[in-house]
């Protein structure tokens, strides 16, 4: 039954409001229950990620607390909610929550940072070849409005090597190189790229560098004020378990001033001697529902609780180090099945990887390839085929999270040999 008493919200603005941490305290430790549909062997967490029960709840909790006063829920509450939430995540990522904006997706992210560039015609955008496509359509709009120059620098795969990527990208920096965008980990191709070792080599030149971070928080240990970039922007609804619409951008407090999201709300004029613009004006930005960045301490407090030990590991780096086994001894059972060499070396896998297929990429009536389609129809698998722009005609990436387990990637082995095996008769 649905439980409709009121929300109990606090009394006057001298109360803050209960963290929602408190609300679920006693159910962090509780195993996730994640909502896949039963008969579903889902290997495709990348794309979307999956939301367990207890941060569902505690997501439903804050609605509830919002509609019950939404007056006082915008105008006071949720700059206390943000706080917490922006605490949590600059644990998670070791950067300071002043420098954090919270922002409802990766792709709204790297929209934002780039609209926020000052760029003239003949400036250069210095990125890899496996860049993500939304945002190579924002690249275009921007060069476009600004005569700015997109430069692409090669990455290896399926024979991916760290020293390679280092030399492509610092060998292709110039006098007119601007910003190096590249993505921690890649998205179509899973490479995990050496940033440790290309961000200061930037730095130390004058380049600003912005990661776009969409994959990396709770795929692999991530320390923001280490790796020093400019902009570092991500998602939380993939490897942290949060709802949908959650993400970040971490700003260097020398580009806070001015530093603007896509919308201006009705307050961006109402300075405040006590917090700067850079948070006011991302902490609102209209009428919406904000629960789902909200809840994004449960879901690390809750997934972090999983793994008491795993190979002398515990919390996140017990998580951590479960995935990336899995998915490599899971990526090893695919390869042998169809018979090739896993090539990617394990440096460069978090927990998802891509495969080289045999054939070409032929568009299905579902999803982007017909054998994409068949694992789904006919063996009830989720996991993406595609083409790796002209790097590779053929990729499956496969990802392993907390509810998955070698017997799935067992059961795709054996429905790719057959599926493959049909191909080849057709």
């Known amino acids: 039954m649905i439980d409709l008493k009121p929300a109990k919200l606090a009394p006057n603005k001298t109360q803050r409001p209960d963290p929602i941490l408190k609300f679920v305290a006693d159910r962090i430790s509780e195993t996730a229950r994640f909502p896949i549909r039963e008969g579903l062997t889902q290997l495709n967490n990348g794309s979307y990620g999956c939301c367990p029960a207890v941060v569902g709840a505690a997501q439903s909790e804050l609605r509830r607390r919002l509609e019950g006063d939404p007056v006082h829920f915008f105008k006071f509450g949720l700059e206390f909610y943000n706080d917490d939430a922006r605490g949590a995540i600059g644990r998670f990522v070791n950067a300071p929550a002043k420098d954090l904006a919270l922002i409802s997706n990766g792709t709204v992210a790297v929209s934002t940072v780039l609209s926020n560039l000052d760029l003239q015609a003949g400036d250069e955008i210095l990125i890899s070849d496996h860049e993500y496509m939304a945002t190579m359509n924002e690249l275009d709009k921007l060069c476009k409005a600004t005569g700015a120059v997109v430069v692409t620098a090669p990455v290896a795969f399926p024979a991916a090597d760290p020293d390679q990527v280092v030399d492509s990208i610092l060998g292709a920096v110039t006098g007119k190189t601007k910003l190096v965008l590249l993505s921690h980990i890649c998205s179509a191709s899973a490479l995990v790229l050496p940033v440790e070792r290309i961000v200061p080599e930037l730095r130390a030149r004058g380049i600003d560098v912005f990661l776009d971070g969409a994959h990396t928080p709770g795929q692999i240990p991530l320390d923001i004020e280490k790796l020093n970039p400019t902009w570092y922007a991500a998602s939380c609804h993939k490897w942290l378990a949060t709802p949908k619409g959650t993400g970040f951008i971490y700003t260097s407090p020398d580009r806070q001033t001015g530093f603007k999201p896509l919308a201006l709300s009705c307050r961006v004029h109402e300075l405040r001697d006590d917090r700067q613009p850079f948070l006011c004006d991302f902490d609102y930005m209209g009428t919406n529902d904000y629960t789902g960045n909200l809840v994004v301490p449960v879901a690390i407090e809750h997934m972090g609780a999983q793994l008491p030990a795993y190979e002398s590991k515990s919390g996140w780096d017990a998580l951590y180090k479960r995935n990336h086994d899995l998915v490599v001894a899971g990526a090893g059972i695919i390869c042998d099945a169809i018979g090739i060499k896993q090539q990617v070396p394990e440096s460069m896998i978090g927990t998802m990887v ?36 002209k790097i590779h005609p053929r990729v499956m990436r496969v990802s392993a999270q907390l509810y998955n387990t070698i017997e799935d990637f067992e059961k795709l082995a054996k429905s790719l040999q057959s599926e493959i095996q049909l191909q080849k008769i057709k």
């Open 354 to 389: 891509s495969i080289p297929l045999p054939g070409e990429v032929v568009e299905g009536e579902i999803y982007d390839d017909s054998l994409w389609d068949a694992l789904y129809q006919k063996h009830d698998i989720q996991v993406p085929v595609w083409a790796l722009g």
